[in-house]
């Protein structure tokens, strides 16, 4: 064995040192739909060694050189699987083709928010993901509308996947532990996630929506140019947090066929 890779605060590296938690979060991967598993931020490979008991190949993204170094030394199972890239500028099709993947990772807090929306921007290739994050993050994602965590992450994510918070970890299983809880959530890719509306109006409308969101639609969503006959719509009384992910779309369409009729 290698010596031991001693964590990056500037990377966000909180390495996992429970195997129980590893092999839980290892287990949250349905593994339908897929033949591939990406593993964002492996470290040490706490979590690795029991994706690879898994009936699929797993794939390691991997920034910081000691980690693949260690990686290398440890798992020559590994030794043409890891990317030594920068998750969120690597173009992930350079590995995987056209080829359908997963993802999943203890992943780096100051970054998880960006991973979910490159997942999102993935999401053809995308069918399941699951990982842990810094547990307000997790309950954001997961939120159901009437709840003050759901937000732009909440609408913006559960428009394309089913979203559920499985369970949360404490501080105490990683090294060097963090100062918060953590929270483990999986999303599985709608059968049907494609929109029936513009999907850059529908995350415009999503974000100026809850940008403001103690206003109530009429208000916030001022800059639409709304006619007063479309404003009158009971809908617009509402704040962003009392609209489900399928009022907003419903909302964005009332919208653009406004625009085409006061044009």
């Known amino acids: 064995m290698t010596d031991k890779v001693r964590a990056k605060k500037h990377l966000g590296q909180h390495f996992l040192k429970d195997e129980e938690v590893a092999e839980k979060i290892a287990d949250t991967l349905v593994l339908k739909g897929y033949k591939n598993i990406l593993e964002i931020g492996p470290g040490m490979g706490m979590l690795t060694k029991y994706l690879l008991k898994k009936p699929v190949t797993t794939y390691v993204c991997e920034i910081d050189r000691d980690s693949v170094a260690y990686l290398k030394a440890n798992f020559l199972q590994l030794s043409d699987k890891i990317l030594e890239k920068d998750f969120l500028k690597y173009d992930l099709t350079e590995t995987f083709k056209e080829e359908p993947f997963a993802i999943i990772g203890n992943f780096p807090y100051n970054i998880s928010t960006q991973i979910v929306f490159k997942t999102l921007e993935m999401r053809d290739q995308i069918p399941e993901f699951s990982g842990m994050f810094q547990k307000e993050v997790a309950e954001r994602i997961c939120a159901s509308h009437g709840s003050k965590t759901y937000g732009i992450l909440s609408v913006l994510t559960q428009v394309f996947y089913e979203a559920e918070y499985l369970f949360t970890v404490p501080p105490e299983v990683f090294d060097p532990a963090p100062k918060v809880n953590s929270g483990v959530m999986r ?77």
């Open 187 to 263: 999303l599985t890719r709608k059968e049907n996630y494609t929109l029936p509306c513009d999907e850059k109006l529908f995350f415009r409308v999503v974000k100026t929506a809850f940008q403001q969101r103690r206003k109530t639609l009429r208000n916030s969503l001022k800059t639409f140019n709304l006619s007063d006959n479309l404003k009158e719509d009971t809908i617009f009384g509402l704040r962003p947090e009392q609209l489900s992910v399928q009022r907003f779309v419903e909302l964005t369409i009332k919208i653009a066929n406004d625009s085409i009729q006061t044009q």
